[in-house]
């Protein structure tokens, strides 16, 4: 069955150090996410990509998160300056349709960030 | 706007006993629903989702959810608890046919098994 990867599972970096993690999305999808889940708390939409460009971002997606898709197959988020704030597991997620088509969201085994 | 919330962020039951996971929702509109589980240290697999085909859904490894509009409830449930489903379940809402394109997830419910 078909799933969606990311590399690192985990990465430690030290504060104010830009960090880029990577997805590769189930191949025929067109819907890209990431989430956040910071230890203990719910997990939270970060942004959504479509069409090489943000369909939407929440307000926790400010000026030192980027987005991209490179290359036919992997989606990287970039961190540009990390915060002791941004330490939390990252999953990346891929569907066919947008969520308000019901199109299933599947997600990857998350990249467990550390920031010291 | 659109939430859901998770009645118990720790529920533990013995195995073999009924399962039961609450999940209540506010939407202006018939929203879609899903209960995601986690295992530990792995990412979110999709147990089932409701998209108005049917308020009963029945999902993998034998949980099922029922959508109750009057009561703006989707609760998860299993007749009988596996030590293997121990696990973080989250419920979660999307709007139906807006341009959202998020998922907006409860804060989850620890499920505990006693042998």
């Known amino acids: 069955e078909p799933e969606v990867t990311q590399t690192p599972s985990h990465q430690v970096t030290q504060m104010g150090q830009e960090v880029i993690l990577r997805c590769v999305p189930i191949?025929?999808?067109?819907?890209f996410y990431w989430y956040r889940q910071i230890l203990g708390q719910k997990v939270e939409f970060l942004v959504s990509?479509?069409?090489?460009?943000?369909?939407?971002k929440s307000e926790i997606f400010d000026d030192q998160f980027s987005v991209e898709r490179p290359d036919g197959s992997n989606f990287t988020l970039k961190i540009r300056s990390t915060k002791l704030e941004d330490s939390a597991m990252y999953f990346c997620?891929?569907?066919?349709?947008?969520?308000?088509?019901?199109?299933?969201?599947?997600f990857g085994p998350g990249t467990r960030l550390t920031v010291l | 706007a659109q939430s859901v919330t998770q009645l118990g962020s720790h529920v533990s039951v013995s195995e073999g006993a009924l399962v039961l996971l609450r999940c209540n929702y506010s939407s202006s509109v018939p929203p879609y629903l899903f209960w995601y589980v986690q295992y530990p240290n792995q990412g979110l697999q999709l147990l089932l989702k409701?998209?108005?085909?049917?308020?009963l859904v029945k999902g993998i490894n034998g949980f099922e959810a029922e959508f109750k509009k009057s009561e703006t409830s989707f609760h998860l449930t299993k007749p009988s608890a596996h030590m293997s489903d121990a696990a973080e379940y989250f419920c979660a809402v999307s709007d139906r046919g807006s341009s959202a394109s998020k998922i907006i997830f409860g804060s989850g419910t620890r499920l505990s098994i006693r042998p």
């Open positions: 191949s025929n999808h067109l819907y």
């Open positions: 990509f479509y069409n090489n460009e943000i369909s939407e």
């Open positions: 409701y998209t108005s085909a049917a308020t």
């Open positions: 997620a891929s569907s066919l349709g947008p969520a308000s088509s019901s199109d299933t969201q599947y």
